[in-house]
């Protein structure tokens, strides 16, 4: 009776790995201030995970190179659609303020991936100088 437990337990543990499939997404793009290049500008890419005690997960993350671009492709294994979002944090045109702008940035459900970006989303040149909707300051980063 013990072995069809035990069995059984491992044939649920199986399935319900099998389950969880790995997603991702990849971002591109150039980010500016001024007419510039803006460098060293943080951005993150997570999966949003709305349900309770599942923190949200951290797909990539870089720096802006001296160019302002940057190339974010990051993975992670859910059981439903991931919710990808590409975090940018950034001080241009904010003088002396505490904390830095923080924009936030839906990426479409379209550019999910299955373990190899086959698309890039391409933000495009991005002017940090404009304000955002869904613009707001973080401290910790």
Not at 8 to 22: H, K, P, Q, T
Not at 111 to 136: S, V
């Amino acid at each position: 009776m013990k072995y069809c437990y035990c069995s059984l337990l491992i044939a649920l543990s199986i399935s319900e790995s099998f389950a969880f499939r790995l997603q991702g997404v990849a971002v591109k793009g150039k980010l500016t201030c001024g007419g510039k290049p803006w460098k060293n500008a943080k951005v993150k890419l997570f999966d949003i995970d709305t349900n309770p005690g599942d923190p949200d997960d951290l797909l990539d993350e870089k720096y802006t190179d001296k160019d302002g671009e940057f190339r974010l492709d990051g993975t992670t294994r859910e059981m439903t659609p991931i919710d990808p979002v590409l975090y940018i944090y950034h001080d241009c045109e904010d003088s002396i303020k505490p904390c830095q702008k923080k924009i936030t940035l839906l990426i479409p459900k379209k550019f999910i991936h299955f373990g190899t970006a086959t698309q890039w989303m391409d933000i495009g040149e991005l002017n940090l100088e404009m304000t955002f909707p869904d613009q707001d300051r973080s401290c910790y980063h």
